[in-house]
């Protein structure tokens, strides 16, 4: 089933969407991220360990600020999603491609969360 969604009426900004989950157990914080230039020195790639509870594969998010990085899922407006993996556990690496060839001092922070088999509902951070 779908999960259930709400968001506010207008002029409540103030106000965040609640959406109830149709997930019986809700992913755990994934761990062990290593990010590391490739050979050829213009993408990122990244592992992981396996969440064992990510039925809907991973997603991937960036942000440029390091204070940033406990906001960074879908709702922050500062993160970008750079990759989504397939929809399974055990798939966990990531390629963010051209991200190395960006200006010269630019650092970025990767965050990466395991989605709930409905394919929406995100682990925690």
Excluded: H
Excluded at 45 to 57: A, K, L, T
């Amino acid at each position: 089933a779908a999960p259930i969604a709400s968001t506010p009426p207008a002029g409540l900004s103030d106000c965040a969407p609640i959406v109830i989950s149709s997930c019986a157990n809700q992913p755990m914080a994934v761990t062990n991220l290593l990010a590391f230039k490739d050979a050829n020195e213009l993408d990122v790639q990244m592992v992981w360990d396996v969440e064992s509870v990510s039925d809907g594969g991973y997603n991937v998010y960036s942000v440029e600020v390091k204070r940033e990085i406990p906001f960074s899922n879908t709702t922050a407006p500062t993160s970008q999603l750079v990759f989504t993996t397939t929809a399974s556990a055990a798939d966990t690496s990531a390629v963010d491609v051209g991200v190395a060839m960006g200006p010269a001092g630019e650092i970025l922070y990767y965050q990466v969360v395991g989605i709930c088999s409905d394919g929406v509902t995100e682990g925690p951070l």
